[in-house]
């Protein structure tokens, strides 16, 4: 049975930092790539951040130079460092891995106020 489970959302106001965190257990297959998105409030949703096997990364447009995704392959474990957060922020955020096939997280709800 695969598990992922993220931590790390809450409130804060525009400016601050979050680090979210999602650590996934049971998987049978190496991980190829692991990674984050978010689903805003009537938007669909979108790639944030991406880390593969080898350690090359990707971002999405908006979140570049704040946010910074990185892993802890022991811990079986992505972050993602948010800083100087926005409103537009404001979502969502799902971990996602991939090995034989896709995991989703539950998310964790990362909300900025202005």
């Known amino acids: 049975q695969v598990r992922l489970v993220e931590s790390g959302g809450g409130l804060v106001q525009a400016g601050e930092s979050l680090r979210l965190s999602c650590t996934v257990s049971g998987s049978r297959f190496s991980i190829s790539a692991m990674g984050w998105y978010r689903q805003g409030p009537g938007d669909p949703r979108e790639l944030v951040a991406v880390?593969?096997?080898?350690?090359?990364?990707n971002y999405a447009d908006s979140v570049k130079g704040r946010f910074t995704i990185s892993r802890d392959n022991a811990k079986n474990t992505v972050y993602l460092q948010m800083n100087s957060l926005k409103a537009e922020d404001t979502a969502v955020y799902y971990c996602?891995?991939?090995?034989?096939?896709?995991?989703w997280g539950k998310g964790t709800l990362v909300t900025v106020s202005s």
């Open positions: 880390i593969t096997s080898d350690g090359s990364t």
């Open positions: 996602n891995v991939r090995a034989f096939m896709d995991y």
